[in-house]
């Protein structure tokens, strides 16, 4: 299975490129105002190094959150219309699932500042995505739940969830931008 996962939801922007049992991979550009720019020339990179063009690629992975507002729809955007001119099969996920992933009992924790966090919590395979203050971390449901702290994308865990989800056969016709709560300009309306 060839596949492209981008991740463009944190400072950091990721693209992993999966080809022929070797793995391919760019994380860096922390400037989030140039992940737009950056996305389609490392991944033509990465295809490049692979030695695969685009209309290879079998599977396409996007996470869709949560994460800065704009970095969210720059890399769900990419990763419908590259689905959509390829006919390649689509695959949706978050980031705090990756930092879940293998693992029960536990909360993974995104620092929003100020005492804030995104969080997933898994109990007993169930998974809940909560927005938090830090006194909320005491409340006697959590407590006691493995806590991971979430800062950057990591390949391997991003690999190991769309693989998972395309042996599920949990695809997607389109991936959906997804906020945990709503923006500033919603909460307005």
């Not at 699932?97 to 395979?125: P, S």
């Not at 909560?130 to 006697?140: E, K, Q, Y």
């Amino acid at each position: 299975m060839n596949f492209l996962i981008i991740d463009a939801t944190q400072s950091e922007l990721m693209i992993v490129v999966g080809c022929g049992g070797k793995r391919y991979e760019y994380s860096g550009n922390t400037n989030m105002r140039r992940h737009e720019s950056m996305i389609l020339c490392q991944t033509d990179e990465l295809l490049k190094k692979a030695g695969i063009g685009i209309t290879d690629i079998d599977v396409l992975g996007a996470v869709t959150g949560p994460g800065s507002f704009t970095g969210i729809r720059i890399g769900v955007t990419a990763v419908n219309a590259l689905a959509r001119a390829t006919g390649a099969k689509l695959v949706a996920f978050s980031g705090l699932e990756c930092a879940l992933y293998g693992m029960d009992d536990a909360i993974a924790l995104m620092d929003c500042k100020h005492g804030n966090y995104y969080a997933l919590a898994r109990v007993h395979g169930a998974d809940e995505y909560l927005a938090l203050n830090a006194g909320d971390l005491s409340d006697p449901r959590l407590a006691p739940l493995k806590k991971v702290y979430y800062t950057s994308p990591d390949p391997d865990f991003a690999v190991k969830v769309l693989r998972q989800k395309v042996s599920e056969g949990d695809f997607k016709t389109l991936a959906a931008p997804f906020y945990i709560k709503k923006s500033s300009a919603e909460n307005e309306k």
